[in-house]
Nanobody
Framework: QVQVVESGGGLVQAGGSLRLSCTASGLTFADYYMGWFRQAPGKEREGVSY????????FYADSVKGRFTASRDNAKNTLYLQMNSLKPDDTAMYYC?????????????????WGQGTQVTVSA
């Protein structure tokens, strides 16, 4: 059974940092493209970052470029999201997703596996 579990969320002041982790089990992690998504109250879920299977390339939403860095450790079946210079607009539930298809992952909410999310709240 596949499980995807996010952790590391919390409450932080504007300008602060958080590091999210996403650990997947029950699948061959290195075979999967991985992404971070977020959903703020009253808004649609949006893609934050998309990382290739080997971790050599990551693509970011314009809103987080230069502030967020995604990485993965295939030996630990874990995806990370380092978030710096956080803003109140970054407040959202953050989700990790996995899919065998790059286009499906980047297409929106159609990825095969999702975690339950971890809440990030940034105070002004």
């Amino acid at each position: 059974q596949v499980q995807v579990v996010e952790s590391g969320g919390g409450l932080v002041q504007a300008g602060g940092s958080l590091r999210l982790s996403c650990t997947a089990s029950g699948l061959t992690f290195a075979d999967y493209y991985m992404g971070w998504f977020r959903q703020a109250p009253g808004k649609e879920r949006e893609g934050v970052s998309y990382t290739t299977r080997g971790g050599g390339q990551t693509f970011y939403a314009d809103s987080v470029k230069g502030r967020f860095t995604a990485s993965r450790d295939n030996a630990k079946n874990t995806l990370y999201l380092q978030m710096n210079s956080l803003k109140p607009d970054d407040t959202a539930m953050y989700y990790c997703a996995a899919d065998l298809s790059w286009s499906t992952l980047r297409g929106g909410t159609g990825a095969k596996y999702w975690g339950q999310g971890t809440q990030v709240t940034v105070s002004a």
